[in-house]
């Protein structure tokens, strides 16, 4: 009678002390997954290069592999021109995607970007770069696929931009959308050395943008009104493409978080800002990014003119203008 319950009060203690053993891989093993990344991921792919009346035309695709919808319309492609050491030379065509719609899941959008040939000069290798999304509009799973490359040699000769009375302006021979030209800036190093006797053409006068005066003022709702004065202070006129003048304002903490991010566009009706040109603008920072800061704090609001640095100025580092704040005041 004892053993047979010993034998029933053992039963369920015996059920309970099973374990289900899984087996690991070993150290150093690749784990392969399977199905798209979740969440959104554009990535681009160079597909091909043609080179027609003075310009280099690149195919690429886009494609959505992640799991969810991408609105394109603050997508941004930017091109970048490199020489073989990977300086880079000038920005190369850029267009922003807001007449086409969204990409899918899976969807693929297709197009071609152009690159002037102006400092593309024969026996030179240069690497073309194409990024998707350069404003960081679209919040990725996978923001280190975006860019894709392009290596070639260029086709026209140095000596074609050594004319007497060289500096004036030639116009975009196929018009492209983004594509900035500026003909006569000296080229970059060569992959194999041209003859002593060229001289490389005179440099022209470059733009530097800066901006001369910043204000942030509280309004009744909560939000910040942020008005500036930018400032042509350099040599040569600044040409703009399609993007305008691209701006970034943001509150820099020591963690490096940043916080109100805006990413305005400047309306500026001209296609060029002649040198010693003033141009005024203004924002609204929503009084939902405002109220993330700490009310009676201190804060320094960084501006930045040229934030996609499209523009080709003789100084890349004086685009940052610091607006002191104190929040709710």
Known sequence: MRQFLFLLLALPFAGLAQIKTTTRPAAGTTIKMNGPVQGKDLTVVITGMQYK???????????????????????????????????????????????????????????????????????????????????????????????????????????????????????????????????????????????????????????????????MVRKPDGSYEVSFTIKNIGAGAATLSSNGIRMFGRVREEDGFERMASYPTVAYTGKTIPPGEIVRGSYIVAAGAANTLTYGLAYQYYLTVDSIKDINESNETNNDFRINIRAGY
């Open 53 to 215: 009346n003075g310009v280099f035309l690149f195919s690429y695709t886009v494609k959505n592999t992640g799991t969810e919808t991408v609105d394109l319309k603050e997508v941004v492609m930017q091109g970048n021109l490199y020489d073989k050491d990977l300086k880079l030379i000038k920005p190369a065509g850029s267009i922003t995607l807001m007449y086409e719609g969204s990409l899918s899941p899976g969807q693929e959008y297709k197009s071609t970007l152009g690159c002037s040939e102006d400092k593309v000069y024969k026996n030179w290798n240069y690497n073309y770069r194409l990024k998707v999304d350069d404003a960081n509009k679209v919040a990725e799973t996978n923001e280190n696929n975006n860019i894709a490359e392009h290596t070639f040699t260029g086709i026209k000769d140095i000596m074609a931009d050594v004319k007497p009375g060289a500096g004036s302006e030639k116009t975009n021979p196929m018009n492209l959308k983004g594509t900035r030209v500026d003909y006569t800036a000296p080229p970059p190093t060569s992959a194999s050395a041209p003859p002593a006797q060229q001289a490389p053409p005179p440099a022209q006068p470059k733009p530097d943008l800066v901006i001369t005066a910043g204000s």
